[in-house]
């Protein structure tokens, strides 16, 4: 089987910024392999339609464990299984969070992982077409802005959080991302553009590219401490191939820390306990997953509420007490119902999210067979002050959701119910309805303890010639959704690479 100099193995938002920018250097072969199918659904095309893409071909099909924290439920949890990965199927808002979240990683002893390193990186993957210059970038693949086409529906709900007590924020991807602001999305001509389309796309023939698809990576090859290649599936068969210089692994925050462990690098107990030799003893693999919980206060509305046109939309980034911003408040023009179901009625709900929770959980493996779906356990609301700025969340969002602004279109509070507001029975609530944000990392944590799973050069301790780089790199969750920060590791990645 022939070599490359750089095996990539998935083609999610990670993997696809990681082969372009490999790729660009003309010397250097590199092969980008992907587990799912080259082809997305003409559904992917259309940003209104993603939610329709749950479930499908082109998603793994994953659900969590039962949640001990969230009334022991079994939640789905999507992740995208085609060129592009989850950055195919995603929601397509682009969302940095505060710089605080940055600092934090470089604070955990990812050295040098500041928010102020990582703006050349976000600003190399993006085009957008306002903001302040020293922020923003005008020449990266992504174009990322609000649509330009303005609803009275989503009008509403920017004042209604605004009389709440959400300032308005013009770029919440500028300097400060709290307040009330329009979403940005990875949209252009009203299609969608993830890295598959933005990044790849256009240089998808270059010659030192191949691009294997259909390919599911199933074990590293790792010999003498160092990773020689990739040993994959296509077609029933088994094949290997060789990188001369590295793997650089982009299956994700739960296909990354997966095939880690199915090659032997994982916690040592672990892989005995499931029949695997140990080849590097790394405790830390498959831990630390972090993801955003949450919830919804739903409302009946007086008359039918619209939703039918991709148009701007406003979030809310806040605070539930007196550290940095931590709670992401939303609107979808629905009532849900517990659990995450639409009402057939005329309704609108404010979701909130928590933005920094302090539970962890875990990917494991069932057992070696690498077409085993994985443990998924993000430990949603283990924490019990995860519960309480859960409590705050709701509070916030009822306070939008009861706003002025409203008035005209509200017809009363249907979950949890206004007459609700004892502490206890709303955090019964929020453990009761809540669910993944679908924005999971950590799982091969940045850092330089014991725990740590790649060096702040994203080198897998230990292990010569392997790195990874994709959301699961990151040491905590950022207080935004984690596609923008995920092309911006990417990009690091490849200029510490190249
Ligand atoms: C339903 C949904 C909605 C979301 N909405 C938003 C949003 O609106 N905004 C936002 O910022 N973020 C959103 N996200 C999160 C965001 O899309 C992801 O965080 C981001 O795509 C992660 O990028 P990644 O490269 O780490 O992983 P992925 O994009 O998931 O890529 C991993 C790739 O590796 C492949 N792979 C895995 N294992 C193997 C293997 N063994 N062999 C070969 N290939 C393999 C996978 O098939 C996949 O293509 C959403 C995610 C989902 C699932």
Same mark, same amino acid.
């Given at each position: 089987?022939?070599?490359?100099?750089?095996?990539?193995?998935?083609?999610?938002?990670?993997?696809?910024?990681?082969?372009?920018?490999?790729?660009?250097?003309?010397?250097?072969?590199?092969?980008?392999?992907?587990?799912?199918?080259?082809?997305?659904?003409?559904?992917?095309?259309?940003?209104?339609?993603?939610?329709?893409?749950?479930?499908?071909?082109?998603?793994?099909?994953?659900?969590?464990?039962?949640?001990?924290?969230?009334?022991?439920?079994?939640?789905?949890?999507?992740?995208?299984?085609?060129?592009?990965?989850?950055?195919?199927?995603?929601?397509?808002?682009?969302?940095?969070?505060?710089?605080?979240?940055?600092?934090?990683?470089?604070?955990?002893?990812?050295?040098?992982?500041?928010?102020?390193?990582?703006?050349?990186?976000?600003?190399?993957?993006?085009?957008?077409?306002?903001?302040?210059?020293?922020?923003?970038?005008?020449?990266?693949?992504?174009?990322?802005?609000?649509?330009?086409?303005?609803?009275?529906?989503?009008?509403?709900?920017?004042?209604?959080?605004?009389?709440?007590?959400?300032?308005?924020?013009?770029?919440?991807?500028?300097?400060?991302?709290?307040?009330?602001?329009?979403?940005?999305?990875?949209?252009?001509?009203?299609?969608?553009?993830?890295?598959?389309?933005?990044?790849?796309?256009?240089?998808?023939?270059?010659?030192?590219?191949?691009?294997?698809?259909?390919?599911?990576?199933?074990?590293?090859?790792?010999?003498?401490?160092?990773?020689?290649?990739?040993?994959?599936?296509?077609?029933?068969?088994?094949?290997?191939?060789?990188?001369?210089?590295?793997?650089?692994?982009?299956?994700?925050?739960?296909?990354?820390?997966?095939?880690?462990?199915?090659?032997?690098?994982?916690?040592?107990?672990?892989?005995?306990?499931?029949?695997?030799?140990?080849?590097?003893?790394? !405790?830390?693999?498959?831990?630390?997953?972090? #993801?955003?919980? /949450?919830?919804?206060?739903?409302?009946? =509305?007086? +008359?039918? &509420? %619209?939703?039918?046109?991709?148009?701007?939309?406003?979030?809310?980034?806040?605070?539930?007490?007196?550290?940095?911003?931590?709670?992401?408040?939303?609107?979808?023009?629905?009532?849900?119902?517990?659990?995450?179901?639409?009402?057939?009625?005329?309704?609108?709900?404010?979701?909130?999210?928590?933005?920094?929770?302090?539970?962890?959980?875990?990917?494991?493996?069932?057992?070696?067979?690498?077409?085993?779906?994985?443990?998924?356990? !993000?430990?949603?609301?283990?924490?019990?002050? #995860?519960?309480? /700025?859960?409590?705050?969340?709701?509070? =916030?969002? +009822?306070? &939008? %959701?009861?706003?002025?602004?409203?008035?005209?279109?509200?017809?009363?509070?249907?979950?949890?119910?206004?007459?609700?507001?004892?502490?206890?029975?709303?955090?019964?609530?929020?453990?009761?309805?809540?669910?993944?944000?679908?924005?999971?990392?950590?799982?091969?944590?940045?850092?330089?303890?014991?725990?740590?799973?790649?060096?702040?050069?994203?080198?897998?301790?230990?292990?010569?010639?392997?790195?990874?780089?994709?959301?699961?790199?990151?040491?905590?969750?950022?207080?935004?959704?984690?596609?923008?920060?995920?092309?911006?590791?990417?990009?690091?990645?490849?200029?510490?690479?190249?």
């Amino acid at each position: 089987m022939r070599s490359f100099d750089y095996i990539v193995v998935g083609a999610g938002t990670a993997g696809c910024v990681l082969a372009t920018r490999l790729s660009e250097d003309a010397d250097a072969s590199v092969l980008l392999l992907e587990a799912g199918t080259a082809f997305p659904p003409p559904l992917a095309r259309d940003p209104l339609a993603w939610p329709a893409l749950a479930g499908t071909e082109v998603d793994w099909r994953y659900t969590t464990v039962p949640q001990s924290g969230a009334d022991r439920q079994q939640l789905p949890y999507p992740q995208g299984r085609v060129l592009g990965g989850s950055g195919e199927i995603n929601g397509l808002t682009h969302v940095r969070g505060d710089p605080a979240s940055y600092d934090a990683w470089d604070e955990a002893g990812a050295i040098g992982w500041t928010y102020e390193s990582m703006l050349p990186f976000f600003m190399r993957s993006e085009t957008t077409l306002g903001g302040d210059p020293a922020y923003r970038g005008q020449a990266g693949p992504v174009p990322v802005d609000p649509p330009a086409t303005t609803d009275p529906l989503w009008e509403a709900f920017f004042t209604a959080a605004v009389e709440a007590g959400h300032h308005p924020n013009a770029d919440s991807n500028g300097p400060n991302a709290e307040g009330t602001s329009w979403s940005e999305v990875t949209v252009r001509d009203g299609v969608r553009r993830g890295a598959a389309e933005a990044y790849l796309a256009p240089v998808a023939q270059r010659p030192n590219l191949t691009v294997l698809a259909d390919a599911a990576a199933v074990r590293l090859v790792v010999d003498h401490g160092a990773c020689r290649g990739v040993a994959y599936r296509v077609d029933g068969h088994t094949g290997v191939t060789y990188a001369d210089r590295e793997v650089l692994l982009a299956a994700g925050t739960i296909g990354s820390p997966r095939l880690l462990m199915l090659s032997g690098i994982g916690p040592g107990d672990h892989l005995r306990e499931v029949g695997l030799p140990v080849v590097a003893d790394l !405790p830390g693999v498959g831990g630390n997953l972090q #993801d955003h919980p /949450r919830s919804q206060v739903a409302y009946a =509305a007086s +008359r039918p &509420v %619209g939703d039918g046109t991709l148009a701007r939309r406003p979030h809310v980034l806040a605070r539930s007490g007196d550290g940095p911003p931590d709670l992401q408040l939303g609107f979808v023009a629905e009532p849900i119902h517990p659990r995450w179901m639409p009402g057939d009625e005329p309704g609108f709900s404010v979701v909130f999210a928590l933005m920094s929770p302090d539970s962890r959980g875990t990917v494991r493996l069932r057992d070696p067979d690498p077409f085993e779906p994985p443990l998924i356990d !993000p430990a949603f609301l283990t924490d019990d002050g #995860d519960v309480a /700025r859960m409590v705050a969340g709701l509070r =916030a969002a +009822r306070e &939008v %959701g009861d706003a002025p602004a409203l008035a005209d279109l509200r017809a009363g509070e249907e979950y949890p119910g206004a007459a609700v507001t004892s502490t206890a029975v709303l955090a019964q609530y929020v453990r009761d309805t809540a669910t993944s944000s679908f924005d999971p990392v950590g799982t091969c944590r940045m850092g330089i303890d014991g725990a740590a799973v790649v060096d702040p050069t994203l080198r897998v301790h230990g292990i010569a010639g392997l790195r990874v780089a994709d959301a699961s790199v990151m040491p905590s969750i950022v207080s935004g959704n984690v596609n923008a920060p995920t092309l911006a590791i990417a990009e690091r990645a490849a200029s510490l690479i190249g």
